[in-house]
């Protein structure tokens, strides 16, 4: 377990990130309505290069996220992301889902 | 966010200490809440429930639009004796999310064969505990009915301040039990923390059975804890 959280887990990551002098940007589910597919308090993290780590999604709104998380790496402002659930992307992989999400990207630093 | 908040809420999420991370929408500033830091005003009562409940929320506060993003240690079982309810209670520990693990020094008693799908211990509380440090998070049961095992894990457990702490036993076995904490210096006030018999009172009479009346109480003490009394 003690190795799983420092591998897998989205904020050790991002920690390793900035010794090894990345610059970092960081997602976070801040409210979810409806069906979300990750929970409030889930993350991501990215890096200059779009390399990320972890989830806001179950994999749909992730390359937005990542695009718009390079942005605020060069400019430095925090921002919200709105995201509706695609009820096509939904039915493809059998959810009844449709619900929405915001997501707040912030830099590290 | 500020790098060195980051690396403070991942030195105390490494410990197993709860904290918050609590993030302006609005200009992004970040701080970090311990478990024990008094806050006051709305933001410190949402604080107070977000640190109960787990759950990681936007909320209001004072004008400022916030994001509550809760880190609570993942909950830990520790339990004393290899024995039919232990086999039971593993697979209801995981589905419930809680990281089990077994102590028995009984090599007859703990075997993987028995034991296939949980951690297992082949050896004394005392040396055992020193791989699976007890604390707030972790839940301790004591199962094997004999003193010479279950009363050092239950004295360490009260000490650790265990949100659960459950001895398997009759009302007779308890009483003889309680006799012998306070010999070992133990507050009659921290041993009535103890839950025996253990277990919710369903009327449990297999070992499966039993093993669901002390999940059900296991969980109770954690989404009832009181946060303030650690």
Known sequence: ?109 | MDPHLLKELNVERRARRAAILVTDLEDGCDRLVRERDVVDGALGSALERAFQSGKSATIEADGRSCFLNVHLPPARLVVIGAVHISQALAPMAALSGFDMTVIDPRTAFATPERFDSVALIAQWPDDALKQVPLDAYTAVAALTHDPKIDDDPLHAALKANCFYVGALGSRKTHAKRVDRLLARGLTLEEINRISAPIGLDIGAASPAEIAVAIMAEIITSLRNRSVTSS
């Open chain 1, 1 to 109: 377990m003690e190795n799983d959280i420092e591998t897998l887990d989205p904020l050790m990551v991002a920690e390793r990130w900035i010794d090894e002098g990345r610059d970092v940007a960081i997602a976070t589910v801040v409210d979810t309505w409806g069906s979300a597919p990750r929970p409030t308090g889930s993350q991501l993290v990215i890096d200059r290069d779009g390399n990320f780590h972890g989830s806001v999604s179950g994999g749909c709104v992730e390359g937005a996220v990542v695009s718009e998380a390079v942005d605020i790496l060069s400019d430095g402002k925090p921002r919200m992301l709105e995201f509706g659930v695609a009820d096509e992307t939904a039915w493809q992989v059998g959810l009844s889902c449709g619900g929405k999400i915001r997501v707040f990207v912030e830099r590290l630093g």
